[in-house]
């Protein structure tokens, strides 16, 4: 009897499980240089700090879906996407998706990061830094921009590398079958 409950229990589990997103699917247009991950990646715990000074890592943003982007003040691709990026954080973030930007050069400073957002006009993202360059050792990024998709659980599906419209239809369609998980 226990035997059939455990397998009974089993099979429920299983049959109400949400499937994972096929983001593969989605890799047309802007995405086509998504790369996704047939096991997701765990999150490095390398911390990032504020405009404040304060301390932050990935895990803090679990149980949201996160756009982490990677970038550089001095990055002319990383300059130009960080627009696209903007709009796609006012236009659909929230309480379960976030945007993340991360200046990740031991060149940048917050007074750096915050004059150029000033100058964009940008003030939707956070104005993270990394100085250390650490963050995208960890994720070994080959160059700037970098941009990462973390789910829920805390694990990057998907990265590309180079700079995207973020704020494109494709772009929309993979974030928002993360965001259906």
Not at 17 to 30: R, T, V
Not at 132 to 159: H, K, M, Y
């Amino acid at each position: 009897m226990l035997r059939l409950f455990v397998l009974y229990t089993a099979l429920a589990l299983c049959a109400n499980a949400a499937p994972a997103a096929d983001l593969s699917a989605l890799k047309q247009g802007e995405m086509k240089k998504l790369a996704v991950f047939t096991e997701p990646l765990p999150l490095p715990e390398i911390p990032f700090v504020d405009e404040t000074g304060t301390s932050h890592r990935l895990a803090d943003y679990r149980g949201k879906v996160v756009l982490l982007n990677l970038w550089a003040t001095w990055c002319a691709p990383c300059r130009k996407e960080m627009p696209d990026i903007a709009a796609l954080q006012a236009e659909i973030g929230g309480d379960d998706f976030t945007v993340l930007t991360v200046a990740s050069s031991n060149r940048d400073t917050q007074a750096k990061v915050g004059a150029f957002f000033e100058k964009q006009g940008i003030t939707q993202l956070p104005r993270m830094i990394d100085e250390t360059e650490r963050l995208p050792r960890a994720l070994g990024v080959p160059g700037l921009p970098a941009s990462f998709l973390i789910d829920r659980r805390g694990q990057i599906v998907a990265q590309l590398f180079g700079p995207a419209d973020w704020s494109s239809p494709e772009a929309k369609a993979v974030i928002a079958a993360l965001r259906a998980e």
